[in-house]
């Protein structure tokens, strides 16, 4: 079975600030990030949508324990975000000072933008993840 949309072709599409999901023509769910099937129905036959990016946050995280490489990083904010059209995604949450960050950030209105990660010895190189920033 072949990936309609793979990872490589995420991320460079987040590169230019496009999320890139897909839309199954089963029962009309969207998944993002990519999957080789759709997570509601498993149907495979899929098509290429482009999100908006924008959403509300539903929860979030502070990281002060940094993973190995990272270390330079923390603190920083991960936030589970709802987006507009459904799916939920995760990303950094930037101009924020994680310190301060608490409850009164739940259901703010966030916009995607992107981050280049440089790659580790636990993946297979550089790559492109959604952050959000917020307001619309």
């Given at each position: 079975?072949?990936?309609?949309?793979?990872?490589?072709q995420y991320s460079e599409?987040?590169?230019?600030?496009?999320?890139?999901?897909?839309?199954?023509?089963?029962?009309?769910?969207?998944?993002?990030?990519?999957?080789?099937?759709?997570?509601?129905?498993?149907?495979?036959?899929?098509?290429?949508?482009?999100?908006?990016?924008?959403?509300?946050?539903?929860?979030?995280?502070?990281?002060?324990?940094?993973?190995?490489?990272?270390?330079?990083?923390?603190?920083?904010?991960?936030?589970?975000?709802?987006?507009?059209?459904?799916?939920?995604?995760?990303?950094?949450?930037?101009?924020?000072?994680?310190?301060?960050?608490?409850?009164?950030?739940?259901?703010?209105?966030?916009?995607?933008?992107?981050?280049?990660?440089?790659?580790?010895?636990?993946?297979?190189?550089?790559?492109?993840?959604?952050?959000f920033s917020l307001g619309?």
């Open positions: 079975m072949e990936h309609k949309l793979n990872f490589k599409a987040l590169k230019e600030n496009k999320l890139l999901g897909l839309k199954c023509k089963q029962c009309g769910d969207i998944t993002v990030p990519p999957k080789i099937a759709c997570g509601k129905c498993y149907g495979t036959d899929l098509d290429i949508v482009e999100l908006s990016g924008k959403g509300k946050i539903q929860t979030f995280t502070t990281v002060f324990v940094p993973p190995e490489g990272r270390e330079d990083e923390c603190p920083y904010v991960i936030v589970l975000v709802e987006l507009d059209e459904g799916p939920w995604i995760m990303g950094n949450l930037t101009g924020i000072d994680p310190n301060k960050v608490n409850m009164e950030i739940m259901g703010k209105s966030v916009k995607m933008g992107h981050a280049v990660f440089p790659g580790d010895k636990f993946s297979a190189g550089e790559e492109a993840r959604p952050v619309t």
